[in-house]
């Protein structure tokens, strides 16, 4: 290699690190594991007083969808109820025909995608999606804009479920958008479908009531690549993309089987059965193995060896533990040590992720109350927000070590996105800039 061909590509070998670091693309971040190690935002901030906090934005709708960053720009979705009521005709009927316990607006939704200046906090572009009537209410707790957006760098994915699936230039022109039809949820709890984005396919659990699916489309043009039915009731998970034995396997959990597809094909490579219903947390990839559990009306945890073939049981897995698992939250690994609250409440285990065995159990976290989001490990710290808006941060270990308990002010469903210096949290009202001054 030429003397200068040699020196561009040591910079950009050294580059690629701190890159790497600036960009938070999936709402589990770079790793698909809430884990930024580069990353330091501060231990404490407060929003009342202002400390720490760098800036604030207005949301415009509501949502739960997490953040992502690319470069200088942070990436919102919401839906936005209009005053416009729709005729009794333009109103959509339900599809099917079982028990809900919610029920659908009469009023058209604009769904929204909007990008924010990272340093200032000021809007950069907002784009409506779709204005549409939805054919089912959501949960409570829930909103029409849950799914997370998520970027390869060139291209912005963004899926509404039932409301269109939509790829938009960073700069916030659409390319494509493809309608994949409705979703029926459980009970009409609502929708969360996110993108995944890999080698150049965009993957999108279509888990309901009946004809549930795993889509693969071609992140360029959308158009389909395969199809893979799946015989599972609703989920509301994230599918983990991992390498192993030179084939790319897809992992989605499932109330009826944990199952690896091939990135190829769809073709189910492995399935394992152990969950319980209404499944949620995402996998995470730990040396050879997937870590998959659910915590709704039970608890299951599972260790399963990537380089499984067939149908498996719970007993085949490296391991189980049927103890205390997360209902919506999904788990973060910090070396060996699997973090996770139960249900939805501020109770802590720590299991080793090798043996499965616990380090400590439901230790209760102070000063917090409920958890949606996902905890994030990021510069040697643990950063657990509950739905009041409260941050406990910890120090890893072997006991429970917190280090600061911060107020903001606002609810937070969606997970915290730790990026260089800054921590940003979407709340109900507001987009936050959490770093020292």
């Known amino acids: 290699m030429p003397r200068h061909g040699f020196a561009i590509h040591l910079l950009l070998v050294l580059a690629a690190p701190a890159l790497a670091a600036d960009h938070w693309p999936h709402w589990r971040g770079p790793h698909a594991d809430g884990t930024a190690p580069a990353a330091k935002p501060p231990v404490k901030w407060d929003g009342a007083s202002g400390q720490n906090i760098r800036w604030k934005a207005p949301l415009t709708g509501r949502g739960s969808a997490t953040p992502i960053v690319w470069g200088n720009s942070i990436f919102v979705l919401s839906a936005e109820e209009t005053g416009r009521v729709a005729s009794e005709a333009e109103r959509p009927k339900p599809t099917l025909d079982f028990k809900r316990n919610t029920t659908a607006p009469k009023n058209y939704y604009r769904f929204h ?32 804009a849950a799914g997370s957006p998520t970027t390869d760098g060139e291209r912005l994915y963004v899926s509404f479920g039932s409301f269109g699936v939509y790829c938009y230039d960073l700069a916030g022109n659409l390319l494509w958008s493809r309608d994949l039809g409705r979703l029926n949820t459980r009970l009409g709890w609502g929708e969360a479908v996110t993108p995944v984005v890999h080698a150049g396919r965009l993957l999108l659990n279509w888990d309901q009531e009946a004809d549930s699916a795993l889509h693969c489309l071609d992140a360029k043009t959308g158009e389909p690549i395969w199809t893979a039915k799946r015989d599972e009731k609703s989920t509301w998970t994230t599918p983990l993309v991992v390498e192993h034995g030179g ?42 193995a997937a870590i998959v559990m659910s915590g709704y009306r039970g608890a299951a945890a ?35 040590h699997l973090y996770f609250t139960e249900a939805n409440l501020n109770l802590l285990t720590v299991l080793n992720a090798k043996t499965g065995k616990p380090v400590f159990e439901r230790e209760r976290l102070p000063g917090v109350r409920q958890f949606y989001a996902s905890p994030v490990y990021a510069g040697g710290r643990l950063y657990f927000t509950d739905r009041d808006g409260v941050t406990v941060v910890l120090k890893p270990g072997d ?37 020292e001054r």
């Open 302 to 336: 599972v260790s399963i060896p990537l380089a499984s073939k067939g149908e498996l049981e719970p007993s085949q897995a490296n391991w189980s533990f049927k103890k205390a698992t997360p209902y919506v939250p999904s788990p973060v690994l910090v070396g060996d």
């Open 399 to 435: 006991s429970l070590d917190v280090l600061a308990t911060n107020k903001l002010g606002d609810s937070v469903d969606a997970s915290p996105v730790p990026i260089g210096e800054r921590l940003y949290l979407r709340g109900e009202k507001f987009l936050w800039c959490i770093g």
């Open 247 to 288: 084939r790319t396997q897809v992992i989605l959990n499932g109330t009826t089987r944990i199952r690896s597809h091939d990135l190829a094909t769809g073709e189910v490579i492995w399935s394992c059965s152990g969950m319980t219903v209404n499944p949620i947390p995402s996998a995470l990839k730990y040396g050879d």
């Open 113 to 144: 995608v909007s990008a924010f200046d990272r340093e200032t906090g000021k809007p950069l572009w907002t784009k409506v999606a779709a204005e549409k009537v939805p054919h089912e209410g959501h949960h409570e707790t829930h909103s029409y």
